[in-house]
C-alpha cells in the first residue's frame, strides 16, 4: 500500500484515518452509487458487503476500503465482519462451484459417501480450490432441500443425487452433470 | 391445506416452493401452463402425450374455458415433488414426480379430453398420490392452512383466503391488552425451540417504560434438517407479515425487520414481494387499514452463521455487526434493538397470531397438551419414507408422526433413532417412540423439541457418528468468543473421532463425559450450552456403541 493521504469521501467526518487501497479503489462507482442508495447507514454494512459481492463475486481489499471510508467504519470492523460470515468470500471464487450438503438428512442418506466420491474425483479436499481456479469443492451444512437429500449445488443448480451405492451409476451419473473425471491434479 | 373441498371449476395447483423446485417444478409449471393455454395441446418444443392429436386439436378449436394453473407454496410431501394438486368436482388429487411431459395428458385428463381414463393413463396413473394416507389425513393445519393453496407472489390471493383480516379487526375493536390477554389464553409458546411462554415475552416487551420499541423475525433456520419456517415464508408470507403487524400492535412498536438467512433467496424474494404488495394495500406503513396505527417492516439478510439464530448475536448482525452473542440479562425484551426494548419471536410463533385472533385464545389452548398448546410444523426427513412437512397437535406420540405418518424406514427397516432439535437436541431411541412430542417431554429424554426439524435415523448409521456430524458442525459454527466453546467443540470433536475409528480408551469416555458437562455448564450462549446434546443423548440411549469403539488397549 503507498502511504500517500487518504482522499475523504465529500462530506466525510476526518476522524478515522484510513490507508488507501490501490489507486481506482474509491473510484469504483458502481460500489458508490449502492452505498448511497442505501443511505451510508453503518448498520447496512451486511447488505451492502453482499451487493459488492455481487458485484465481484467476492470481496476484494479496495472495496472494502471504499466501504469503510463511505460508511465511515474502521476498517477493522468492516473486515471483522467480512471475514466472521461463512458467505463472504475475501478470495476470488473458482469457474466451477460444486457443493455437496453434509447437513443431517443427507448425512443420514449418504451425503458423507456422496461427499467422498466427489473429492475422489475432482481431487480436492472439502473446501478446497484447484490450484487453475477453475473448480472449487464446498460443503455446506443444510440448504433446506432434506426431501432431495442428499444433494449438491453445482454452479447454483441443486441436484439431487441417485444412486449412492453403486459408485459405477454414480459416476455416470456426476459425468452427465459435467464434472471433470479421473483428474490427478492434486 | 392439500385437499380441498369439491369444486365446480377445475384448477391445477403446482408447488412452486424451493423443496419442488429442486425436484424440477418450474418446467412443470411451464409446461402445465403451456398445456393449459394450448387447450390441451402442448405448444412446440413440449412433448406432448402420445394421444391422438386430432383429438387435441379438436378441443382446442372449440375454445374450452381458461384453466387456472396457480402456483403455490409447499404440498408437503416433498420427497415425491414436484407435486400438483388438481382441484375439480370430484375433490383433490394430487400428483407427485410429473415431467414436463406429463403437463399436456394432465390438462387432458382435466378438461375431460383424455382418450383413457386416469386410471388407465400411462402417463399419469403411477404417479397419483394418495391423499387418504395417514401423512395427510392425520395433519392440522392452522400455521399452514393457506400454504399450498394461495399464490404467495399474489396479496390478493391471500386476502381473499382472510389474510390481514385479523389485524384489521384488531386494529378497530381490540385494544393492545387484549390481543396480549388472547395470546396468553392461548398458552402459545415460542416455537423456535426455546418454547418461551409467548404472551409474557408479549408483555414484558409492552411494558417497559414508554420510548421506541422494535419487533423483529427470526427467520434464521439454521438447524440442519429443518425447513418449516422456510415452508411458511415461500408459501404464505402474508400470514407471517399479518402476524408480525399484530404483534408489534400488541407491544407498541412501529419499526420491524425480518431477518433471514441468505440461504433462502427464493424466501427472500417472495418475502419482499410480500411486504411491497402489503404497503401498497395500506396493510403496513403509516395509518394501517385506516388507523393510527403504523409500521414499517424491513427485510434484512443474513451472511451464514448459524448462531444468528441465538437472539442477541441475531439483533448484532440486525445492526450490521458480527454475530457474536452477549450475556443476558438484560433480555432482549427489555434492551434490545439500538438498546430499545424488542420483541423477537420465530416465524411459526408469528405466523400462529392470526388464528389465534380469530378462533381465541381458548380455541387454541384446547389443541395440544398440557403445557404445550396448539399445533406444531415439523419437518420429517431421512432415512424415512414420506419426506415432507407435517403440522400436528402437540401431544401427538413420535411413533404417529414416524411410523404412522412418515411411513417408517424406505427399506422397510426398523428406525433406530429419532434426531430431534438439531445440533442443540438429541436421538431418541426407537424404544421410545411412544413419547408424546411436548416441550417437557422431550427435554427429560436428553433432547429437545427445537424448530421442528425430524431426522430419522435407520439402523446402517452409528451413533458416535451421528454425534461426531454434529460436533463437527458446532465446531464450524462456533463464534469463537467464549472459550469453553470454541475451544471446548473442537476437544470433543477430537475424542469422537476415536470412537468413531475405534481407537478410543477408557479414560477417553470419561474424559468425552467430563468435558461434555463443562461445555455445557459454562459456555456463554445457547449454541456452546447445548453443543454437547448430541454426545450426551447418543452416550445416555446408544453406551453400547460408545463402549464396543473402545480399542484393545483399554
Avoid at chain 2, 208 to 216: A, D, E, F, I, L
Avoid at chain 2, 456 to 483: D, L, W, Y
Avoid at chain 2, 513 to 519: F, K, N, P, T
Wanted: glycine fraction near 12%; include cysteine; aromatic fraction near 4%.
Amino acid at each position: 500500500m503507498s502511504a500517500a493521504t487518504p482522499v475523504p469521501a465529500p462530506g466525510a467526518e476526518p476522524q478515522i484515518h484510513l490507508r488507501p487501497g490501490p489507486g481506482p479503489c474509491d473510484g469504483d462507482e458502481r460500489i458508490a452509487r449502492l452505498i448511497r442508495r442505501q443511505g451510508r447507514q453503518g448498520d447496512g454494512l451486511i447488505e451492502v458487503l453482499h451487493q459488492v459481492q455481487e458485484i465481484h463475486g467476492y470481496l476484494p481489499k479496495p472495496a472494502l476500503l471504499q466501504v469503510a471510508r463511505a460508511l465511515r467504519l474502521p476498517l477493522s470492523r468492516v473486515y471483522g465482519v467480512a471475514s466472521f460470515y461463512h458467505l463472504f468470500r475475501l478470495q476470488a471464487p473458482a469457474t466451477h462451484r460444486c457443493a455437496v450438503c453434509l447437513g443431517t438428512a443427507c448425512f443420514v442418506r449418504g451425503g458423507g459417501r456422496l461427499a467422498a466420491g466427489l473429492q475422489r474425483r475432482l481431487g480436492l479436499a472439502l473446501n478446497q480450490t484447484r490450484d487453475d481456479g477453475t473448480w472449487a469443492l464446498e460443503q455446506l451444512s443444510c440448504i433446506g432441500a432434506c426431501g432431495q437429500a442428499p444433494v449438491l449445488v453445482l454452479d447454483g443448480v441443486l441436484f439431487s443425487a441417485p444412486l449412492l451405492d453403486q459408485p459405477k451409476a454414480l459416476d455416470c451419473w456426476l459425468t452427465s452433470l459435467g464434472l471433470p473425471a479421473g483428474v490427478e491434479t492434486r | 391445506m392439500v385437499a380441498l373441498p369439491p369444486c365446480e371449476r377445475p384448477r391445477l395447483r403446482c408447488c412452486a416452493a424451493s423443496g419442488c423446485r429442486s425436484a424440477g417444478a418450474r418446467p412443470l409449471l411451464a409446461a402445465l401452463r403451456a398445456a393449459a393455454a394450448a387447450g390441451g395441446t402442448a405448444p412446440d418444443g413440449i412433448a406432448a402425450g402420445d394421444q391422438a392429436a386430432d383429438d387435441i386439436s379438436a378441443g382446442a378449436s372449440a375454445a374450452p374455458e381458461p384453466l387456472e394453473v396457480r402456483s403455490v407454496g409447499c404440498l408437503r410431501l416433498c420427497g415425491e415433488g414436484p407435486l400438483v394438486a388438481w382441484d375439480g368436482p370430484e375433490g383433490t388429487r394430487l400428483f407427485g414426480g410429473l415431467a414436463p411431459a406429463a403437463a399436456a395428458a394432465l390438462v387432458d385428463q382435466v378438461r375431460g379430453l383424455a382418450s383413457l381414463p386416469l386410471a388407465a393413463d400411462p402417463a399419469l396413473v403411477s404417479h397419483q398420490l394418495d391423499l387418504e394416507q395417514p401423512f395427510f389425513r392425520l395433519q392440522r393445519p392452522l400455521v399452514l392452512e393457506g400454504c399450498g393453496i394461495v399464490d404467495p407472489e399474489r396479496i390478493e390471493a391471500a386476502l381473499a383466503h382472510g389474510s390481514y383480516a385479523q389485524l384489521r379487526r384488531v386494529l378497530h375493536e381490540l385494544s393492545p391488552e387484549a390481543v396480549r390477554e388472547q395470546v396468553r389464553r392461548s398458552g402459545l409458546r415460542g416455537r423456535g425451540g426455546g418454547g418461551y411462554p409467548t404472551g409474557l415475552k408479549w408483555d414484558t416487551v409492552a411494558l417497559q417504560p414508554p420510548g421506541r420499541r422494535y419487533v423483529v423475525c427470526n427467520a434464521d433456520e439454521g438447524d440442519p434438517g429443518a425447513f418449516m419456517d422456510r415452508s411458511v415464508l415461500e408459501g404464505d408470507p402474508h400470514r407471517l407479515l399479518e402476524g408480525m403487524a399484530i404483534a408489534a400492535y400488541a407491544v407498541g412498536a412501529d419499526h420491524g425487520y425480518l431477518y433471514v438467512r441468505a440461504e433462502y433467496p427464493l424466501a427472500i424474494e417472495r418475502l419482499r414481494l410480500a411486504l411491497q404488495q402489503a404497503r401498497q394495500q395500506g396493510l403496513l406503513g403509516p395509518s394501517i387499514a385506516g388507523t393510527a396505527f403504523a409500521l414499517e417492516l424491513e427485510v434484512r439478510v443474513g451472511a451464514g452463521a448459524y448462531v444468528c439464530g441465538e437472539e442477541t448475536a441475531l439483533l448484532h448482525s440486525i445492526q450490521g455487526q458480527r454475530g457474536i452473542p452477549r450475556t443476558r440479562p438484560p433480555y432482549p425484551a427489555q434492551a434490545g434493538l439500538w438498546g430499545a426494548p424488542t420483541l423477537i419471536n420465530n416465524v411459526e410463533t408469528f405466523a400462529a397470531v392470526p388464528v389465534i385472533l380469530r378462533q381465541g385464545g381458548d380455541w387454541y389452548a384446547a389443541i395440544g397438551s398440557e403445557g404445550s398448546r396448539g399445533t406444531k410444523v415439523f419437518s420429517l426427513s431421512g432415512a424415512i419414507r414420506h419426506t415432507g412437512l407435517v403440522e400436528v397437535p402437540m401431544g401427538i406420540s413420535l411413533r404417529t408422526v414416524v411410523e404412522t405418518m412418515g411411513g417408517g424406514d424406505p427399506d422397510g427397516g426398523a428406525v433406530k433413532a429419532v434426531q430431534t432439535g438439531g445440533p442443540s437436541g438429541g436421538c431418541i431411541p426407537a424404544d421410545l417412540l411412544d413419547t408424546p412430542v411436548d416441550f417437557e417431554s422431550l427435554l427429560s429424554l436428553g433432547s429437545m423439541m427445537g424448530s421442528g426439524g425430524m431426522v430419522v435415523i435407520g439402523q446402517g448409521t452409528a451413533m458416535p457418528e451421528v454425534a461426531r456430524h454434529f460436533m463437527a458442525f458446532s465446531v464450524n459454527e462456533s463464534c469463537g468468543k467464549c472459550v469453553p466453546c470454541r475451544a471446548g467443540t473442537v476437544q470433543l470433536l477430537a475424542l469422537l473421532d476415536r470412537f468413531v475409528e475405534q481407537r478410543a480408551t477408557a479414560a477417553d469416555l470419561e474424559a468425552l463425559e467430563a468435558l461434555c458437562a463443562m461445555v455445557k455448564a459454562t459456555s456463554l450462549c445457547g449454541l456452546g450450552q447445548a453443543a454437547p446434546n448430541p454426545v450426551l443423548s447418543t452416550l445416555r440411549h446408544f453406551r453400547q456403541e460408545y463402549t464396543a469403539a473402545l480399542g484393545p488397549g483399554s
